[in-house]
């Protein structure tokens, strides 16, 4: 008596499984990617001292100084020139050492030229 | 011939599946970026220094509170600090701490090491929050320091450096 | 010989009803981000800050004009009235826009905000700004 025996090719169940797989795998990895990205995005809610046009910028909109412009106008009221000069090289190190948001040089200029006649 | 949908609805479940995880993750994304809130306490510390500087020396003249024209510092000035310099840090809630911490150094002259006079604010505990190097420093403190250079009508020149620390992490931070 | 079926109808039915959740799932997402987006929760928080450093920043003298417009929109569909948003008591800021949430920012000037009130324009409704004057503390 002969049996016949069927064979059920499922090469294309495993094709699929293994397509759907791989899909799903790549699909959780990109979201992983998405979630972590906005985790980074949420960070720029730091409202620092400075501020950023967009997330892109590199370029910082500089607001004022209020400390350097108070020591400028120390230095511009100094009557004793060793004194003056004293104060100059110390405020031209804490400049050097970034503790001022604006440009030590040409806010010097600018409160010179705003007081030194007064 | 019968065609066999079988595969064509497990398809289907599997691809409502794949929709169900994908919108969890959105659901994920939207909430980690609008449920963490703004973090202002760094421009809030600012704020409180350049209130303390202008308090302290504003158009050039040094307030007549702190200190006498022969150089002498009051200590009325740091007795009534507060009111002197318009400031409260009084919190709403018994057990609530202070979020605020201010101290304020004077040195004599351009280039002096000892302070000769200061006056401290607020709470104290929030000053160890300042320098301390982690990577994620979100629920410390944010510590402002910045220092002037200020001129008496005697002409003597005084330094001063200004501490200001914010804590209020919550209202802050996840 | 064996008859095909074409069930045409029957796989039609199928694939509109699959692309009609779909588009269905995209829809409730869209709606989902753009509330969030506009959500009570994020702008009480801007804005309670907001004012709040604006007030640390103010000055005896000064009047300050706030603009509150996007808080309106939600606060009105919330049905809170637009008076209630904004209230400035004991050192605290506290944004209102919905019954169920509300935040609140202290701030340190110890300034007495002698008016704040919401502004109205030539019909007497609310224009969305809020009017504040700040005094010295007697």
Same mark, same amino acid.
């Given at each position: 008596?002969?049996?016949?025996?069927?064979?059920?090719?499922?090469?294309?169940?495993?094709?699929?499984?293994?397509?759907?797989?791989?899909?799903?795998?790549?699909?959780?990895?990109?979201?992983?990617?998405?979630?972590?990205?906005?985790?980074?995005?949420?960070?720029?809610?730091?409202?620092?001292?400075?501020?950023?046009?967009?997330?892109?910028?590199?370029?910082?909109?500089?607001?004022?100084? !209020?400390?350097?412009?108070?020591?400028?106008?120390?230095?511009?009221?100094?009557?004793?020139?060793?004194?003056?000069?004293?104060?100059?090289?110390?405020?031209?190190?804490?400049?050097?050492?970034?503790?001022?948001?604006?440009?030590?040089?040409?806010?010097?200029?600018?409160?010179?030229?705003?007081?030194?006649?007064? | 011939?019968?065609?066999?949908?079988?595969?064509?609805?497990?398809?289907?479940?599997?691809?409502?599946?794949?929709?169900?995880?994908?919108?969890?993750?959105?659901?994920?994304?939207?909430?980690?970026?609008?449920?963490?809130?703004?973090?202002?306490?760094?421009?809030?510390?600012?704020?409180?220094?350049?209130?303390?500087?202008?308090?302290?020396?504003?158009?050039? =003249?040094? %307030?007549?509170?702190?200190?006498?024209?022969?150089?002498?510092?009051?200590?009325?000035?740091?007795?009534?600090?507060?009111?002197?310099?318009?400031?409260?840090?009084?919190? =709403?809630?018994?057990?609530?701490?202070?979020?605020?911490?201010?101290?304020?150094?004077?040195?004599?002259?351009?280039?002096?090491?000892?302070?000769?006079?200061?006056?401290?604010?607020?709470?104290?505990?929030?000053?160890?929050?300042?320098?301390?190097?982690?990577?994620?420093?979100?629920?410390?403190?944010?510590?402002?320091?910045?220092?002037?250079?200020?001129?008496?009508?005697?002409?003597?020149?005084?330094?001063?450096?200004?501490?200001?620390?914010?804590?209020?992490?919550? =209202?802050?931070?996840? | 010989?064996?008859?095909?079926?074409?069930?045409?109808?029957?796989?039609?039915?199928? %694939?509109?009803?699959?692309?009609?959740?779909?588009?269905?799932?995209?829809?409730?997402?869209?709606?989902?981000?753009?509330?969030?987006?506009?959500?009570?929760?994020?702008?009480?928080?801007?804005?309670?800050?907001?004012?709040?450093?604006?007030?640390?920043?103010?000055?005896?003298?000064?009047?300050?004009?706030?603009?509150?417009?996007?808080?309106? =929109?939600?606060?009105?569909?919330?049905?809170?009235?637009?008076?209630?948003?904004?209230?400035?008591?004991?050192?605290?800021?506290?944004?209102? !826009?919905?019954?169920?949430?509300?935040?609140?920012?202290?701030?340190? %000037?110890?300034?007495?905000?002698?008016?704040?009130?919401?502004?109205?324009?030539?019909?007497?409704?609310?224009?969305?700004?809020?009017?504040?004057?700040?005094?010295?503390?007697?």
């Amino acid at each position: 008596m002969k049996t016949q025996t069927k064979k059920i090719n499922s090469r294309g169940q495993i094709g699929e499984t293994l397509t759907w797989i791989v899909a799903t795998i790549i699909i959780v990895v990109m979201l992983i990617f998405f979630i972590l990205g906005s985790s980074l995005l949420s960070g720029t809610k730091n409202v620092g001292d400075t501020f950023r046009q967009s997330l892109t910028s590199a370029q910082v909109v500089q607001g004022t100084d !209020l400390f350097l412009k108070k020591s400028l106008f120390t230095y511009t009221s100094i009557g004793s020139d060793t004194n003056k000069i004293i104060l100059d090289k110390k405020l031209s190190k804490m400049a050097d050492a970034g503790q001022f948001n604006l440009d030590y040089n040409s806010t010097k200029i600018e409160i010179l030229t705003r007081y030194a006649k007064r | 011939m019968k065609i066999n949908k079988k595969g064509d609805k497990l398809l289907s479940i599997y691809w409502f599946a794949i929709l169900v995880i994908v919108a969890t993750g959105v659901v994920i994304m939207v909430n980690v970026y609008y449920g963490s809130p703004y973090d202002v306490r760094q421009v809030e510390s600012g704020i409180l220094a350049n209130h303390v500087a202008n308090c302290i020396y504003f158009g050039g =003249e040094v %307030n007549p509170s702190l200190i006498s024209s022969n150089g002498i510092f009051k200590e009325d000035f740091r007795d009534h600090f507060m009111n002197y310099c318009t400031l409260n840090f009084s919190v =709403e809630g018994e057990f609530t701490q202070i979020p605020y911490y201010l101290e304020i150094n004077f040195f004599k002259g351009i280039d002096s090491p000892t302070s000769v006079f200061n006056i401290s604010e607020g709470n104290q505990n929030l000053k160890s929050d300042c320098g301390v190097d982690v990577q994620d420093k979100s629920k410390l403190s944010k510590c402002t320091s910045n220092s002037f250079f200020m001129k008496l009508n005697s002409n003597d020149v005084y330094f001063v450096k200004i501490l200001a620390v914010v804590s209020k992490v919550n =209202e802050n931070t996840n | 010989m064996v008859k095909r079926k074409f069930k045409r109808g029957e796989l039609l039915v199928e %694939n509109i009803i699959f692309l009609v959740l779909n588009v269905a799932f995209l829809a409730i997402l869209v709606l989902f981000l753009i509330n969030q987006g506009s959500g009570a929760s994020a702008l009480e928080d801007a804005y309670s800050k907001q004012v709040a450093l604006t007030l640390d920043a103010g000055m005896p003298g000064t009047t300050i004009l706030i603009n509150f417009q996007s808080a309106k =929109e939600v606060s009105d569909k919330n049905k809170i009235p637009f008076q209630d948003v904004l209230l400035i008591k004991d050192h605290y800021v506290t944004v209102k !826009l919905s019954d169920k949430s509300g935040k609140s920012y202290q701030f340190f %000037n110890d300034i007495n905000v002698s008016t704040l009130r919401p502004e109205k324009d030539a019909n007497g409704n609310f224009d969305g700004y809020y009017f504040i004057e700040l005094r010295r503390k007697v």
